[in-house]
């Protein structure tokens, strides 16, 4: 047999692709050629290949082999197509049988060893929903490929176990010792650990502000100066949100397993929040994903499904924030490249922190503010009107008093909040159920104006509202899923006229004027 078929997924942004190794040995001269519109990364595979045949005991045909990845219009990344490679190059050469129904995803080292690839997870999946049964992955990624059910996992350390697998004669497999290396222990990162609001003192406002964005998934922005504690309130959300979903769970812990490069050690699906915090000097293409060929997910996609604060808001660019208002708006991002397009998911709870000036001492009475008007106002409008419009929550917070700093009365910790947020979610979700949503901040227009029913006095607070307050269409969209969240926290079948007035209370001015 001169030609053999395997198979394998290509990744393109998060979107999976299956993809037919075929194999051919030739006539000609002795060489090896892939095709298929490979990356840098993959064609350096046929080294790597050659290598990893050879020192296992069952070196590649000195003849002419030609591979081509169909389909062939397909840019093809990485090295997770070595094993699929090697596989075909072998039993096109006779000296293998290929399973059926089998894909084949690792990365060769040069002795033989299978590698973790990034996006087993998403690859898995998908290769279930095209039929395949069997997927052969390294060992280091087979806990994470276990994760999909409906599919019979192997997890090999080394190439010699997959070829006796495939029919290769295990008297010609060359075992020998290799370099063992030290296994890796997973550290917390502790800047990423969720706090406890009881750390928290003072800022009731705030901490209620917070329950709100908790219990209805609502987006929030944090005014204040410098150590009045608006980062450590939104390092406490994760603790107070509700877990995730089954499909929010198997998304979040896809495009992990695909921005993880390849390390591995997924061993369990994601049930809590993700929480991704950029610092104040990334890229547009860093927040929003990019690339020239390969499209690679930003910091968005990351926090699908969970919370993106940016922290020092003020002091991102301009053109960043505002390239925030498609996907806060839509739940996903859409990249258009000479390459191609890639729609991207981003549905994420949006949390922004900001000082009110320059200097930060733009609180209060204002007096020890050293920033002129225009200063503050050119800091300040960064923050664009169209992208504060799309923030459900505003809260302006005050400097700490001495006593508050020091004070020791009890605040309530984050598992007496989360209990409140969990039932408030309980109610949502039951309303909701109709329309197969779990929160507030889900609402569409046409779910808040027609479907929902409000009491006569909350249907005339609405009218008066709109008429008095410079409030835009989407606004009252906004306040109108912040006050549903604000009445299932009180255990009201709808809201009520004070609900509205909670809601509108954190629509605020945040001009630093």
């Known amino acids: 047999m001169s030609v053999a078929r395997t198979a394998a997924v290509a990744l393109h942004g998060v979107q999976p692709a299956l993809i037919d190794v075929e194999a051919d040995l030739g006539n000609g001269i002795p060489g090896f050629l892939i095709l298929g519109l490979p990356d840098a990364s993959l064609n350096e595979a046929r080294e790597r290949i050659k290598a990893a045949a050879r020192n296992t005991g069952l070196p590649l045909a000195n003849r002419k082999l030609t591979v081509n990845l169909s389909p062939a219009t397909l840019p093809k990344f990485g090295s997770g197509f070595d094993l699929a490679i090697v596989i075909a190059a072998l039993a096109a050469d006779g000296m293998l049988t290929i399973p059926a129904d089998t894909i084949f995803l690792a990365e060769l080292a040069l002795d033989g060893t299978l590698r973790p690839v990034a996006g087993v997870l998403p690859a898995v999946r998908f290769a279930v929903h095209n039929g395949y049964r069997h997927v052969f992955v390294a060992a280091a990624n087979e806990a994470e490929a276990r994760l999909v059910p409906g599919v019979r996992i192997t997890g090999a350390q080394h190439l010699g176990q997959v070829l006796v697998m495939c029919g ?109 915090a950029p610092h104040h000097t990334a890229s547009s293409a860093a927040l929003l994903g990019g690339g020239s060929r390969n499209i690679r997910p930003g910091a968005i996609t990351r926090a699908h499904a969970g919370i993106l604060f940016l922290d020092e808001a003020t002091e991102f660019r301009a053109g960043v924030l505002d390239a925030l208002r498609q996907p806060v708006e839509e739940g996903h991002i859409n990249l258009a490249r000479a390459s191609g397009h890639q729609q991207l998911p981003a549905r994420f709870q949006l949390i922004l922190a900001a000082n009110p000036c320059p200097c930060g001492r733009n609180f209060g009475s204002g007096t020890g503010c050293t920033c002129t008007p225009n200063a503050r106002r050119r800091y300040f409008s960064k923050l664009s009107g169209p992208l504060l419009d799309r923030i459900d929550l505003q809260v302006k917070m005050n400097a700490l008093t001495g006593q508050q700093l020091l004070g020791r009365e009890a605040a309530e910790s984050s598992a007496t909040v989360r209990t409140r947020v969990l039932a408030a979610r309980h109610l949502a979700t039951a309303r909701l159920e109709p329309w197969g949503l779990n929160c507030n901040a889900r609402l569409s227009a046409k779910i808040l104006r027609h479907e929902l029913q409000y009491p006569m006095a909350t249907q005339r607070a609405l009218e008066l509202i709109g008429e008095s307050h410079e409030i835009s269409a989407r606004g009252l969209d906004r306040m109108l899923r912040v006050a549903w969240t604000i009445a299932d926290q009180q255990q009201h079948s709808a809201p009520t006229v004070d609900d509205l007035d909670g809601a509108l209370h954190f629509r605020q001015n945040l001009d630093p004027r």
């Not at 921005?259 to 809590?272: A, D, H």
């Open 168 to 276: 290769a004669p295990p008297e010609s497999i060359r075992t020998y010792l290799r370099h063992q290396r030290p296994e890796r222990v997973e550290l917390p990162d502790e800047s990423e650990v969720s706090q406890d609001l009881n750390l928290v003192n003072g800022q009731y406002e705030a901490k209620l502000a917070l329950e709100i964005a908790a219990a209805g998934g609502h987006h929030l922005i944090m005014v204040g100066p410098a150590g009045a504690g608006k980062t450590l309130l939104a390092r406490c959300l994760p603790g107070i949100l509700p877990p995730l979903d089954v499909a929010d769970s198997l998304e979040a812990t896809a495009i992990d397993s695909i921005t993880r490069g390849g390390q591995g050690g997924i061993t369990k699906l994601q049930n809590t929040a993700p929480f991704i």
